[in-house]
């Protein structure tokens, strides 16, 4: 990794550790289990830095937290299970005793609703979230 592009990893670091800390404790209500959740999500994220998307203006934590309440308890669940804990659909279908074609449809019903309010908080667009680049 270059020296800009660690500057910016650390920047990234220093911005959501606290707000990614507290996410990860009221997930799991444990202060260990949540840093360690936090570390092993910057593990991932410096893993693959260079493919990390760069946006001109990204959606701020206040946001995406708006958005993840909007969605009901299972469908936070799912996707909490499936893009922070980074678990397979099967793995979340044993640990909610649910089939895998429910946590494919909550899954799908959860990223559609926050869709539409990131799409509402973002001025410049009215119909869609912009691609990041």
């Not at 996707?79 to 005793?97: K, N, P």
């Not at 869709?115 to 667009?125: C, F, N, Q």
């Amino acid at each position: 990794m270059r020296a800009r592009e660690e500057g910016a990893y650390v920047q990234f670091v220093q911005e959501r550790h606290a707000g990614l800390y507290r996410t990860a404790f009221l997930l799991t209500g444990n202060h260990h289990t949540a840093e360690d959740a936090v570390q092993s999500t910057f593990v991932k994220v410096y893993a693959s830095w260079s493919r990390v998307p760069r946006a001109d203006r990204p959606v701020d934590a206040h946001t995406v937290w708006h958005a993840l309440e909007t969605l009901s308890e299972r469908q936070r669940t799912v996707v909490v299970m499936r893009y922070y804990s980074d678990l397979s659909e099967a793995e979340i279908a044993d640990t909610l005793g649910i089939a895998p074609g429910t946590v494919t449809s909550h899954a799908h019903a959860a990223l559609a609703a926050p869709d539409a309010t990131l799409r509402a908080a973002d001025p410049r667009s009215s119909d869609r979230v912009e691609e990041a680049t």
